[in-house]
């Protein structure tokens, strides 16, 4: 079935220091590809997505390219600030019969430092 | 605005009681979901409806049952047989999942008691 890998957390950073959460998966066909965000006490809030092979989704500093030859999409940020602490989560939608249903990696928690 | 309100933010339960948790959005979509979070483990899918008055299970739904009577709404009721009901609780919606991703409401998070 399909899954979503991501790196082992937590993480911790100094503010302007780089980022990267790497994360794979396994699924039949051609998924796309998304990295939500959690902060304390809240839902997830949909970061950036990615819909077929070599597209970059970005927003607010965040990137993360579709790479389909390596399974991969992991996310990165050039200077990160201490508000970028939360937990990212990568996702991948499968589409076919699973059409609509996201599957969820099991979350990397990010802490930032000043 | 539109959006996804869950209610309420915190509920808890005794043993044996059954508790029903709200979800309701304004968003117009049609497809709701329903995922279970516990530390350390990522979102797991109960219950998801694509339409009005049909829903499928997930890969968790023993022990919760769910509606769908009306668009904007979706309620999850945890019964007495789930035997860890303990968790936080997140509603989602989408107007297509494979190419634009959920909405999430602020959930809910459940204590046994």
């Known amino acids: 079935g399909d899954s979503v890998t991501q790196m082992e957390g937590p993480v911790t950073l100094s503010e302007e220091a780089f980022l990267t959460i790497n994360c794979t998966y396994t699924?039949?066909?051609?998924?796309?590809l998304f990295w939500y965000v959690q902060y304390p006490g809240e839902g997830l809030q949909l970061l950036l997505k990615a819909t077929k092979a070599d597209d970059k989704g970005s927003n607010k500093g965040f990137e993360a390219t579709y790479r389909k030859e390596t399974t991969s999409f992991h996310l990165e940020k050039g200077s990160v600030q201490v508000s970028d602490s939360a937990v990212y989560f990568c996702?991948?939608?499968?589409?076919?019969?699973?059409?609509?249903?996201?599957?969820f990696g099991q979350g990397t928690i990010l802490t930032v430092h000043p | 605005d539109g959006g996804i309100t869950q209610s309420p933010k915190y509920l808890f339960r005794k043993e044996g009681q059954n508790v029903t948790l709200s979800c309701e959005q304004n968003l117009n979509h049609d497809a709701m979901y329903w995922y279970r979070q516990d530390p350390g483990q990522g979102l797991r899918l109960i219950y998801y409806?694509?339409?009005?008055?049909?829903?499928q299970k997930g890969d968790i739904a023993e022990g919760y049952s769910v509606s769908r009577e009306k668009k904007e709404s979706f309620p999850l009721t945890v019964t007495s047989a789930q035997k860890n009901p303990t968790a936080f609780y997140l509603c989602?919606?989408?107007?297509?999942?494979?190419?634009?991703?959920?909405?999430f409401g602020s959930g809910t998070r459940l204590t046994v008691v």
């Open positions: 989602a919606s989408s107007i297509d999942g494979d190419r634009t991703g959920y909405t």
């Open positions: 699924a039949t066909g051609y998924p796309s």
């Open positions: 996702a991948l939608s499968a589409g076919g019969t699973s059409y609509g249903k996201l599957t």
């Open positions: 409806s694509q339409i009005v008055n049909d829903f």
